[in-house]
């Protein structure tokens, strides 16, 4: 089966298992909010919880909009439907990004242990939800990893370099499987569309 025919089906599983990745955005930023309430003014924090709300809502609405619209897109404009989703996801992921940049810049030790099992959980949560189409869970992995990277390239020590260690085998393992998952799902839509084909040939 031709790879054109298959995006469609691809955009539709990233809409799709992307609502897992949007509800722990509406639930996630009060608690971390909570937690760096000290590590940063109320206003910057305020804000954080606005732009990440308002940026989920708005995915949201494209996934809606996508369903309603889905049986007229065709498989080319379901393409750009995949690039646009995936431009919001990167956004969202570098809003965590700067959660990352405030963690490790603060100097606590607590909140830099809740930053790393924060950021940690939310890259290997979105495999699933975002490996249907590879740019959106490449570029958000990029997005939240890459300011706690800039924060550990600016200090030096044995324990920046730790990190930078940590943080290249977390993006590596998630890469892969994020590969793995996409490859799996290959297999099964060309086995759905090939069922689907002989069912009809034998009608």
Request: glycine fraction near 6%; charged fraction near 10%; include cysteine.
């Amino acid at each position: 089966m031709p790879e054109i025919i298959q995006r469609k089906y691809f955009v539709d599983l990233l809409f799709r298992q992307s609502y897992a990745v949007l509800f722990a955005n509406f639930v996630i930023p009060l608690p971390v909010a909570y937690v760096f309430r000290h590590a940063v003014p109320l206003g910057w924090i305020i804000g954080w919880i606005l732009a990440m709300y308002g940026l989920t809502a708005i995915r949201l609405l494209l996934s809606r909009t996508y369903f309603s619209q889905s049986p007229r897109i065709d498989h080319h404009q379901a393409q750009q439907w995949g690039w646009r989703a995936s431009a919001l996801s990167w956004m969202s992921s570098l809003l965590w990004g700067v959660i990352g940049w405030v963690g490790f810049a603060a100097g606590d030790p607590q909140l830099l242990a809740f930053t790393c099992v924060v950021l940690t959980g939310l890259v290997c949560g979105a495999v699933p939800s975002l490996s249907a189409f590879p740019p959106a869970y490449a570029g958000s992995l990029v997005a939240m990893l890459l300011p706690v990277t800039l924060q550990c390239l600016l200090h030096s020590g044995e324990t920046y370099t730790i990190y930078l260690f940590f943080l290249a085998c977390l993006a590596g393992v998630n890469l892969y499987y994020s590969r793995v998952t996409y490859r799996t799902l290959c297999e099964t839509i060309r086995l759905r569309l090939e069922n689907v084909e002989l069912v009809g040939r034998l009608e």
